[in-house]
């Protein structure tokens, strides 16, 4: 049986692993003519952490940061999009997938990763990974590693070329 692959998570830390890894869900997107579901993780600051920032800044200081640096996520994700866009469609009419959704949560990353492609009905989660050396993830493991564990869904973890 072929499995059938309508929608895909891709969960991005923002780093270079993350961009090389959107390639292969855009790609996958388009064979399939899937969409894809942007999700970024902001891991929660520790509440005593927390307490000290709202009692320097002040709490709406605090989430005025808090949403400008969404919003300015958001912006920088849709930006990039439309450049790969551009990139990948020089010979086409339109990009050949679509972005459904742009999520930032927060929370532990793998938990939230494997929450959303859940409660999303995303068919595959794909996300890139360091590959800093067996050693470091042996001593220091990984979100990729844990999600792959975890995870009910298929998972495409894609390293970036050295």
Known sequence: MIPEIKKILYATDLSGSAKHAFNYAA???GKFDATIIVLHVVETIPSNTEWQIVEYLGQDRWKEIQEKKKQ??????KKNLNNFCDEISSNMKSCPFIVEEILIKEGIPVDEIIKTADSKNCDMVIMGT???GML???????TAR???RRSKKPVMVIRRPR
């Open 27 to 29: 790609t996958i997107a």
């Open 72 to 77: 300015d996520f958001i912006e920088s994700v």
């Open 130 to 132: 360091h590959g800093y």
């Open 136 to 142: 470091t993830d042996a001593l220091i493991g990984s």
């Open 146 to 148: 844990r999600v792959v």
